[in-house]
């Protein structure tokens, strides 16, 4: 799998609203420059739909609170630190979108189901750190080169 194309379609996932007329070519900079300056709140709320996540389950993913998340609502940007966390949340998404022929339901179901092979943990209940984000990727790896049924 492309990373270069992932991380694309993550951003993609966190924006799209800024594709309108003029299309953003995503690449890494760019994408580097965008988490920098800091995401619009808009992706949180549009991320959060797509996973079909509970309103407080974002809080743990992005390790705040709720009361810090309707400051950035009324801010209507993350700072940079959250909307890496956000992204890496967005480029998990992506990539089980790709493993699961690009159907974004069935990627969000898998990532908000108990998990066997990790130790029945949702795998979206991992991505808050690096570790867990390295173990889901690793997994959905497996399932797309068939090692796992």
Request: proline residues 5%; hydrophobic residues 35%.
């Amino acid at each position: 799998m492309d990373s270069a194309k992932t991380m694309s379609r993550a951003m993609d996932i966190l924006s799209p609203g800024k594709r309108g007329k003029i299309p953003v070519q995503w690449n890494i900079p760019n994408i580097r420059n965008t988490l920098r300056q800091g995401l619009p709140y808009s992706s949180l709320e549009h991320l959060r739909g797509k996973l079909e996540l509970e309103p407080l389950a974002i809080t743990s993913l992005l390790e705040t609170s709720p009361r810090t998340i309707n400051r950035r609502k009324l801010m209507k940007k993350l700072t940079p630190a959250e909307s890496d966390r956000l992204f890496r949340v967005a480029r998990i998404m992506a990539l089980a979108e790709e493993v699961f022929d690009n159907d974004s339901h069935k990627a969000s179901s898998w990532l908000c189901k108990s998990n066997r092979t990790l130790n029945n943990e949702k795998p979206i209940s991992l991505l808050n750190t690096d570790v867990g984000v390295k173990q889901v990727e690793e997994l959905l790896m497996q399932i797309e080169y068939g090692m796992l049924s």
